[in-house]
């Protein structure tokens, strides 16, 4: 199966096999759903089960995260695909409920199939299933409710106040709770608190998940773990390092695209590639000796540039490759220290995180002395933790760099694992400083949803199939609320939903009402610090009405 196209009809086509239509395309669409749905709902809530993946090739992950795991199920169906990508665009957007979403989706989707068959519908009188078009009318009729609801039960809070950074920290612990690094290390939520607080300070509006710098040591125990307020550069030189001289007041960088180095006016592009992979091929009958000179006296002139505006230290990096020995030896000679080439991806990071743009036109250099490309540091200092080569870029008073969490862990499965969760942490923490709206966690939201709707149908007379439909939707969020206490141990899991249930309609005050599966403790959720951030949400349940939606609408699945 190579192509996947979801087209403005609402046909899926893919290319290796026969066409298929109507009810049957919707069932074979929902029932690969139910099956991705299954196998992610033991992974639900802060006591859950984790996986064990082999990956590709035969390295052991063992993991909470649904993201990872949903990766690492390959899936071909082209719908069950669809639930990948709406588990991605969580994980992107707000760091969390990535198999909140998918779990959901799947429920909605069992309810649907029950629908469209017309299954225990005898009851109300209807022989035959109900039309998609009106099953997704109504979901989306309860998804507004339910987004209005949780607008109602949300709370806005100052994070600069005393109580700000003690929420922060109890959502960190909220979306923490389901790591497994969470039982090892229960102090990585103020570790991911402490550090975009720190990042806050200097980035403010452009806070961002690379605002904080996270170094895996997979040795050590994860207690030593901690924050440095300074950036922290895990790489090695090709070059020695030449430390500060004692007379300068700065420690100058440049990022220096390595496309630079084969940009030439003339028409040295024979040599240049071959100059990357050390070696030459002459293409043309231009004399050897004057193609290499023109290189050296470009690399030469390149070289004392640098150094008339006080670079010490070079980031080289944009194209995958080598440096030639010959502009190795010039950077040696003029004691300009030169990082081993970065890969694209490492070196935009770089200067995302350093706030340096990347030079590839060394002229941009000579126009303006103060310009962004030039990073200044009151030093860049060699510093060797377990062996490994780091570089402490030590910040002016003036400029800011990312804070580091220096993270260690006794294996690499076990620091893989933590940087995950640290990095989803954060992401929900840059969310909700950007945002500080918080609802209450332990199920609360869904049961109060599951109320507003049912009420809603009362009170407005709704009655016939948008009842049926209505209906359908509170108990897929009921189950969710189920799951989750189920996959903590309860046993008397559905008389506590009914109990939740009564107290949630009997009065209003107890709308955050859940239970804390820490300690099984019913209560208000916001008195007790269990707490989501509202954006997130608020997304799962407008995204999986969305994506509920395109599959119910989906009549045909046409190869080509
Ligand atoms: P996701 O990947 O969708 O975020 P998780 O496995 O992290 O899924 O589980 C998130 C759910 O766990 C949320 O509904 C959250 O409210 C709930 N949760 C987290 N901590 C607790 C807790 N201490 N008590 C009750 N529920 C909790």
Redesign the pocket.
């Known amino acids: 199966m190579e192509r996947l196209v979801l087209d403005n009809n609402w046909k899926i086509i893919i290319n290796d096999k026969e066409n298929i239509k109507g009810d049957h395309a919707l069932y074979s669409n929902i029932l690969a759903c139910l099956s991705v749905g299954e196998t992610m709902k033991s992974?639900?809530?802060?006591k859950?089960r984790d996986k064990l993946i082999i990956n590709q090739y035969g390295e052991i992950i063992i993991t909470?995260?649904?993201?990872t795991v949903l990766k690492s199920m390959n899936l071909i169906h082209p719908v069950s695909r669809m639930m990948v990508e709406l588990s991605k665009s969580?994980d992107d957007q707000n760091g969390?409920?990535?198999?909140?979403?998918?779990?959901l989706c799947s429920l909605l989707l069992k309810k649907s199939l029950s629908l469209l068959k017309g299954d225990s519908l005898s009851n109300f009188n209807i022989s035959r299933g109900i039309h998609p078009i009106r099953i997704m009318r109504g979901f989306i009729k309860a998804s507004k409710i339910s987004i209005d609801t949780i607008k109602k039960i949300s709370k806005r809070f100052d994070i600069n106040s005393d109580q700000g950074k003690e929420i922060l920290l109890q959502v960190s612990?909220?979306?923490l709770?389901?790591?497994l690094v969470s039982h090892i290390y229960p102090n990585l939520p103020k570790l991911a608190v402490d550090s975009i607080l720190l990042a806050y300070k200097f980035s403010k509006s452009n806070l961002t998940t690379q605002s904080v710098n996270i170094v895996g040591v997979s040795s050590g125990s994860m207690e030593d773990s901690k924050i440095l307020p300074y950036f922290l550069l895990p790489h090695s030189l090709i070059t020695p390092f030449y430390p500060k001289q004692s007379n300068s007041k700065e420690f100058n960088i440049v990022l220096l695209d390595l496309l630079f180095l084969n940009n030439n006016n003339n028409n040295s592009k024979d040599i240049t590639e071959s100059f990357q992979n050390n070696e030459i091929i002459i293409k043309n009958d231009k004399d050897i000796e004057s193609l290499i000179q023109e290189q050296e006296s470009k690399v030469k002139s390149l070289v004392i540039t640098l150094k008339k505006f006080g670079i010490s230290i070079v980031g080289v990096g944009g194209n995958d490759g080598t440096l030639a020995p010959l502009v190795r030896s010039y950077f040696n000679k003029a004691k300009i220290s030169v990082f081993k080439p970065f890969d694209r991806d490492e070196f935009t990071n770089l200067s995302d995180r350093l706030g340096i743009s990347i030079l590839s036109d060394i002229s941009n250099l000579s126009l303006n002395t103060t310009s962004s490309f030039i990073g200044k540091f009151k030093n860049i200092k060699q510093e060797i933790i377990q062996s490994r080569e780091l570089y402490h870029f030590e910040p002016l008073d003036t400029i800011s760099t990312p804070p580091t969490i220096i993270l260690y862990g006794s294996t690499d499965i076990e620091l893989q694992e933590t940087k995950r969760a640290l990095h989803?942490s954060l992401c929900v923490l840059r969310n909700l400083i950007r945002d500080p709206v918080v609802v209450?966690?332990?199920?609360?939201?869904?049961i109060q949803c599951c109320n507003v709707i049912l009420s809603t149908i009362a009170n407005e007379n709704i009655d016939g199939l948008e009842m049926i439909v209505l209906t359908a939707f509170t108990e897929a969020l009921e189950e969710?609320a189920q799951i989750?206490y189920q996959n903590?141990g309860i046993e008397n899991h559905l008389e506590l939903i009914l109990k939740l249930k009564d107290y949630h309609r009997v009065n209003e005050s107890n709308a955050s009402f859940?239970?804390?599966?820490?300690?099984e403790t019913m209560g208000d959720?916001y008195d007790?610090g269990?707490l989501?951030t509202c954006s997130?949400k608020l997304s799962?349940i407008s995204m999986v009405t969305e994506i509920v939606s395109s599959i119910l609408k989906i009549d045909e699945i046409i190869n080509h």
Do not use: H
Request: charged share 15%.
């Open positions: 992974l639900l809530g802060p859950s909470n995260d649904g993201i969580m969390d409920g990535t198999t909140s979403v998918v779990v612990t909220t979306t709770n389901s790591k989803d209450p966690g332990g199920g609360a939201c869904e969710i989750l903590s859940g239970i804390d599966l820490r300690t959720m007790l269990v989501e997130n799962q």
